[in-house]
C-alpha cells in the first residue's frame, strides 16, 4: 500500500485545515486507518482512527471536538479536517493504513503502512 498525504501548510491559531492521504488504488476499504504526528524529540502519537468500515472512530483527548477523521472509499482517500487550531498542533502529520483490521473496529497499534508527512504549523 502506498499512501501520500498532503494539505499541510501554515495557519494562525483558531483557524482550519483539511489533511488529506491518497492510498494506493481501491486498498483504503481494506484497510483500518489512521493519523498520527510527531514533534522533534516526542514519539509519533496516534491523534485519529477509523474503521476499516468507516463507521467507527476514535481520538486522542487533545484533538477531540476539533478534529474529525473520515474516509471516502470511493477516491481512496482519508481525510483530517482539522479545526480551531492551536500553536501546540504544529507537527508533522502521517497517515496510517492498518492491515488484518476487522471491520468496525479502531485500532492504535499494528499500523504497517505510511505516508510521507505533511507539515503543518499552527502560528500564534
Known amino acids: 500500500v502506498q499512501l501520500q498525504a498532503y494539505g499541510g501548510g501554515l495557519v494562525q491559531a483558531g483557524g482550519s485545515l483539511r489533511l488529506s492521504c491518497t492510498a494506493s488504488?481501491?486498498?483504503?476499504?481494506?484497510?483500518?486507518s489512521g493519523w498520527f504526528r510527531q514533534v522533534p524529540g516526542k514519539e509519533r502519537e496516534l491523534i485519529a482512527a477509523i474503521s476499516r468500515s468507516g463507521g467507527s472512530t476514535k481520538y486522542a483527548d487533545s484533538v477531540k471536538d476539533r478534529f474529525t477523521i473520515s474516509v471516502d472509499n470511493a477516491k481512496s482517500t482519508i481525510y483530517l479536517q482539522m479545526n480551531s487550531l492551536k500553536p501546540d498542533d504544529t507537527a508533522v502529520y502521517y497517515c496510517?493504513?492498518?492491515?488484518?483490521?476487522?471491520?468496525?473496529?479502531?485500532?492504535?497499534?499494528?499500523?504497517?503502512?505510511w505516508g510521507q508527512g505533511t507539515l503543518v504549523t499552527v502560528s500564534s
Open positions: 488504488a481501491r486498498t483504503v476499504s481494506k484497510y483500518a
Open positions: 496510517s493504513a492498518r492491515p488484518n483490521a476487522i471491520s468496525s473496529v479502531t485500532y492504535s497499534t499494528g499500523y504497517s503502512y
